[in-house]
Structure formats: structure tokens, C-alpha cells
């Protein structure tokens, strides 16, 4: 596999990429149930608890020992340990890419492809993450980068627009709700700590190893800002106890944003529905090409690209019979989701550093 080069900008919007599509979805809701009008407070929460967390991580002395059990040079022979740690990962991101496909496409069934078959959906955004990956991670970054800016764009634009119409009650803080703060804080620091593990996989290609901690600080920065303007939007539009009952207030949120300059159209959401799914289409690629890594990694082999078409067979047969519904998938994401990404995360990349440090080779004498 050629070696690819990315500037610590690259690297931010491709970790950007990896969170934010799948938060904005999830996340509004989850804080308004748990923490009601205090929601700021339980994203801020989060976002500090990932961000010292992912200030240790990212030390050059702990990236070491990490970086040496993931296998970083990518050889095969280097002993069960890099073997079991890669694998691992394989099965989280082939998981996680099919709960990432269905989320796909149960919203655009239900929103706006409702006749179309929810398989030829699912195919399509696959053969589209195919191309991608074959062309390489090298001119996905630099086109994800245009990708994530027109994110962001679109979030601010959504928050000035509905900035007169948010309900100012809706958004001023409850002392009951306080207890609720850490449990609204889980959902939202699941997310946000997929960007650590995605910084050390990532990381390994930049062309300046000192900028990674910068580079994951920014993302996790960017997260925080653009989760924090939507659910100031949301829950200022429709409060706390409405947002709790919605699928994805987000999608509420931009349905009902209506952009005078864009009179003409009819369904100003589908301009931003256009980006989401851009956004979705990278976060996917993101995952899939982790997964192949890992999974060359484990197996001592340099080329990820025979491995393409089996994969994406494999997300889609589990996207497609995994859940039977969208309620079901949204019951299993509620229940599983937050502690699953928190481990691996967070728990998994913890004892990968510790068996890097204990598997350490002592000095003779």
C-alpha cells in the first residue's frame, strides 16, 4: 500500500468527517431527554472529558506504545498482540458500518426515497464509497476537506437563519434537570471520542507526526461548536420536551428553515440534504478504509483493494437484515451504542497501551 501524506488540515476534516454526520442525527435528542435546557452543559462535559483524554493519548510517549501494537509499520510476524488488536478493530468497523448504512438509508426512505427499494439505496452509497477508496486516501482527503467546510457552512447558516425564531425560554437553564447532566453527557462524549481512535489510525499518515494532537484537538473542536449550534438551534425552536420526542431534530430543525434568497425553491432541505449526504458518504469511507487496514495489518498484506468488494457485500448484508425497522435500529442504538463506542474508544485504546507497555522488551542485565 503506497504511503500517503496528509496536511494536519486533511487530517482534521477526515476525523470531522468520521463523527459529525452520525452526532447531528443522534445527539439533540438524546441531550434534550437526559439534560433538558441544560444540554450545553452536557455536551461541554463531554467535549472537555475527550479533549484531556485525548490530550494523553496523543503524547508522543504513549503514541509510541500504541502506535507499535497497532502495527504501524505494517508487517506481518510481529506476534499475536497486533494480530488480536487489529481484528478487534475490524469487527467494530464492520459493525459500525453497517449501523451507519441503515441509518442511511431508513432517513432517506423515509424522508424523501420512499419508493425507491431500501436495498438499491444502500448500494448506491456503497459503490460511490468503493470508488473512493479505490482511488485512495490521498484524493479522498483533499475532496473531504471541501466536504466538511460546506458542513460547517451549512450549520452556521442554519443557526443565523433561525436565530430570531428560537424561544428564548426554551433555552434558559433548569435546576431540576441538573442530575441529568452526566447521563445526557454519554451519548455525546460516544461520539466525540471516536475521534482518538480515528486520530491514531489516521495520524500515522501525516507528514508531520507532532501536528496529530493539534490536528485531533481542532476536530474535537469543530464537533463541539457546530453539536452545540444545532442544539441551541433545535431545542430554542421546538424546547427540550418536543426535541425529546423526535427521531432526528436535526432534520426537523432544517425542514423548517426556510432561506428568503432561496424563495424559488419549493424544498430548501434537499440543498441541505444534499451536504449531509456528501457528509455521510465520507464518514462511511472513513470506517470502510480503517477496516481494511486493520484488516491488512492483521494479515501481514500491503494491498487493501482485493478486499473491497467482499466488505462492502458483507455491510450491506448486515445493514440490510440486522434490524428489522428503524425503531428497532434506533432501540439498539439507544441501548448499545454509547457504552460500544466508549469502549472501544476509550477502554480498548487504554489497554492497548497498557499491553504495548507490559509487552515492553526489557534490557538484558
Known amino acids: 500500500m503506497p504511503a500517503v501524506k496528509l496536511s494536519r488540515w486533511q487530517l482534521t476534516a477526515l476525523l470531522v468527517a468520521a463523527v459529525l454526520p ?9 441531550t434534550a ?28 510517549g504513549c503514541l509510541r506504545w500504541i502506535w507499535q501494537l497497532l502495527g504501524r509499520e505494517n508487517r506481518g510476524g510481529g506476534g499475536p498482540g497486533p494480530v488480536v ?50 482511488v485512495g486516501l490521498g484524493p479522498l482527503a483533499r475532496i473531504n476537506s471541501l466536504a466538511v467546510l460546506s458542513i460547517m457552512v451549512t450549520i452556521v447558516l442554519v443557526a443565523a437563519v433561525n436565530l430570531r425564531a428560537l424561544d428564548q425560554e426554551f433555552l434558559q ?28 489510525l489516521l495520524g500515522q499518515h501525516l507528514a508531520d507526526a507532532g ?41 426537523n430543525l432544517i425542514r423548517e428553515t426556510r432561506l428568503e434568497s432561496l424563495s424559488f425553491f419549493e424544498r430548501t432541505d434537499a440543498l441541505f440534504m444534499g451536504v449531509w449526504v456528501l457528509g455521510m458518504a465520507f464518514k462511511l469511507a472513513v470506517f470502510m478504509y480503517c477496516g481494511k487496514v486493520c484488516l491488512l495489518r492483521a494479515c501481514g498484506l500491503t494491498d487493501y483493494r482485493f478486499c473491497l468488494l467482499p466488505c462492502a457485500v458483507l455491510v450491506l448484508g448486515l445493514a440490510l437484515y ?29 489497554a492497548v497501551y497498557l499491553l504495548s507497555r507490559l509487552s515492553e522488551k526489557k534490557p538484558e542485565g
Open 22 to 30: 452520525t452526532a447531528l442525527l443522534v445527539v439533540p435528542a438524546s
Open 173 to 200: 437553564p433548569q435546576y431540576s434537570r441538573w442530575p441529568g447532566l452526566l447521563l445526557g453527557a454519554l451519548v455525546p462524549l460516544g461520539w466525540l471520542s471516536e475521534t482518538l481512535l480515528f486520530a491514531l
Open 322 to 350: 440486522g434490524w428489522e425497522n428503524i425503531s428497532a435500529l434506533l432501540q439498539f442504538s439507544s441501548l448499545t451504542v454509547p457504552p460500544y463506542l466508549l469502549f472501544y474508544n476509550v477502554v480498548f485504546l487504554l
Open 85 to 134: 488488536v487489529n481484528l478487534g478493530l475490524v469487527l467494530y468497523f464492520i459493525l459500525s458500518s453497517g449501523i451507519l448504512l441503515r441509518e442511511f438509508v431508513d432517513l432517506m426512505g423515509t424522508i424523501y426515497l420512499r419508493q425507491t427499494p431500501v436495498w438499491l439505496v444502500a448500494a448506491a452509497l456503497l459503490v460511490v464509497v468503493d470508488y473512493g477508496l479505490r
Open 211 to 251: 501536528q496529530l494532537r493539534s490536528a485531533a484537538l481542532l476536530a474535537l473542536l469543530l464537533d463541539y461548536l457546530a453539536l452545540l449550534l444545532v442544539n441551541i438551534a433545535s431545542l430554542g425552536l421546538f424546547g427540550a420536551e418536543v426535541c425529546a420526542r423526535m427521531i432526528y431534530p436535526a432534520f
Open 33 to 60: 431527554q437526559n439534560a433538558g435546557n441544560n444540554f450545553w452543559a452536557s455536551l461541554t462535559i463531554a467535549w472537555l472529558t475527550v479533549v484531556v483524554i485525548g490530550y494523553l493519548f496523543t503524547a508522543p
